[in-house]
């Protein structure tokens, strides 16, 4: 497509008028695109480790590949690589204080929390919708994040039947009648730095 064909005021796509969009700008504008929330685990030495994730895909059938993103200053994500293998819990709508336990920087994210060890050994965790298991088979480095590329070795539903978590605008589902779906300022939102 050249400018003249672009449509008014698009101007030439490689001149560069245009700035990039501000990280608020972007966080606002991609908070439209509702998306499911999961928590992605693993085991390190021993140790339960995860993160909140909303970058979360399909990629292929055969073979079975997923996607998730992963921020390269997260705590959790280096010792997910490192081990290899990982769990993506998809999580219900009702699960909101584990989506905020997860998303946190701050405390140990297991601590009294039910969880069990998966057949894969990573952590499973209780009541989600649906459960992921897969090994790591490539990572791409794209900005302030990995791109990671996951064979899946078991799809394990959980409790299919349930509705799933939606972040939506900055808050949990589509339809915002209920002011405690909205997220303090101490909590994540799209783009923080989860992993």
């Given at each position: 497509?050249?400018a003249a064909?672009?449509?008014?005021?698009?101007?030439?796509?490689?001149?560069?008028d245009?700035?990039?969009?501000?990280?608020?700008?972007?966080?606002?504008?991609?908070?439209?695109?509702?998306?499911?929330v999961?928590?992605?685990?693993?085991?390190?030495?021993?140790?339960?480790?995860?993160?909140?994730?909303?970058?979360?895909?399909?990629?292929s059938?055969?073979?079975?590949?997923?996607?998730?993103c992963?921020?390269?200053?997260?705590?959790?994500?280096?010792?997910?690589?490192?081990?290899?293998?990982?769990?993506?819990?998809?999580?219900?709508e009702?699960?909101?204080?584990?989506?905020?336990?997860?998303?946190?920087?701050?405390?140990?994210?297991?601590?009294?929390?039910?969880?069990?060890?998966?057949?894969?050994?990573?952590?499973?965790?209780?009541?989600?919708?649906?459960?992921?298991?897969?090994?790591?088979?490539?990572?791409?480095?794209?900005?302030?994040?990995?791109?990671?590329?996951?064979?899946?070795?078991?799809?394990?539903?959980?409790?299919?039947?349930q509705?799933?978590?939606?972040?939506?605008?900055?808050?949990?589902?589509?339809?915002?009648d209920?002011?405690?779906?909205?997220?303090?300022?101490?909590?994540?939102g799209?783009?923080d730095?989860w992993?």
């Amino acid at each position: 497509m050249t400018a003249a064909s672009a449509g008014p005021g698009l101007g030439d796509p490689g001149s560069g008028d245009v700035p990039p969009p501000s990280p608020a700008e972007f966080r606002r504008a991609l908070g439209m695109f509702a998306t499911g929330v999961t928590v992605v685990t693993g085991l390190d030495d021993g140790e339960p480790v995860g993160f909140a994730c909303q970058s979360f895909a399909s990629v292929s059938l055969e073979p079975p590949l997923v996607l998730f993103c992963a921020d390269h200053k997260g705590r959790a994500w280096p010792r997910i690589r490192t081990s290899g293998r990982f769990c993506v819990n998809v999580l219900g709508e009702e699960q909101v204080d584990v989506c905020a336990r997860f998303g946190s920087s701050n405390g140990d994210k297991f601590a009294g929390l039910a969880w069990d060890l998966s057949r894969w050994g990573t952590p499973a965790l209780r009541d989600v919708l649906l459960r992921v298991h897969g090994e790591v088979r490539e990572v791409h480095v794209a900005g302030d994040h990995d791109v990671v590329i996951g064979l899946v070795r078991e799809l394990e539903p959980v409790h299919p039947e349930q509705r799933p978590m939606l972040f939506f605008r900055g808050r949990f589902g589509v339809y915002h009648d209920d002011p405690a779906t909205a997220l303090g300022p101490n909590l994540w939102g799209w783009g923080d730095h989860w992993g």
